[in-house]
């Protein structure tokens, strides 16, 4: 089933379905926030698994992801999505240029080495009054590395203070996928909305 593993595809349909479920709820809050819903950046799309329910909230939708193969075949997909190789440490693409960034269980898997770098860049092409959306694995944060877990997995206060001064508006754990799917939970959703 591709990057997922599971073990029928009724069980990766509903972790799929649960997700878009959540994506859908955070981007409720672009008008709740007066986020302008004009231009939105894909950080790590991949196969463009999200891409279509993200881009039906905006204007114009860009996704961009480190592997060609992967983008080549979003493209044909979706081709009226904007699809591009790009790494989160060097997007290309001016300062301010989105209303919303998001990256979905992209960044626990960059290295702590590169890790700062992939937040500045998100945080310098999104416009001060855009959200920035994230799903990341936390729940090991902390903890000594075991076998089954992410490499880099990351407190919710480390992207907080990153994204500074913008607020965290949402961070809740999306535990619901633990009891209706065998693959487990994607992590925890945060919302970073407009500095005061």
């Known amino acids: 089933f591709g990057f997922n593993k599971a073990k029928d595809p009724g069980s990766l349909l509903c972790r799929h379905y649960y997700e878009v479920r959540q994506l859908r709820r955070s981007l409720g809050l672009i008008a709740e926030q007066g986020v302008k819903p004009g231009r939105s950046l894909e950080v790590g799309c991949g196969f463009g698994r999200l891409s279509p329910y993200i881009a039906e909230h905006f204007e114009h939708h860009t996704a961009v992801d480190i592997n060609a193969w992967a983008v080549s075949e979003a493209s044909q997909f979706y081709p009226e999505i904007s699809f591009s190789v790009a790494s989160a440490t060097e997007l290309p693409f001016p300062d301010h240029s989105f209303d919303v960034v998001i990256t ?45 877990q992410h490499t880099h997995d990351r407190f919710p206060e480390f992207y907080a203070e990153a994204f500074s001064p913008r607020k965290l508006i949402v961070s809740e754990f999306i535990a619901e996928l633990d009891r209706i799917s065998s693959l487990g939970s994607p992590g925890r959703l945060m919302v970073f909305g407009p500095a005061e």
């Open 104 to 148: 979905w269980t992209v960044l626990q898997h960059i290295p702590n080495s590169l890790i700062g770098k992939a937040l500045s860049e998100i945080k310098r092409i999104a416009n001060p009054k855009s959200l920035i959306i994230l799903c990341e694995a936390t729940l090991s944060a902390g903890t000594p590395e075991k076998s089954w």
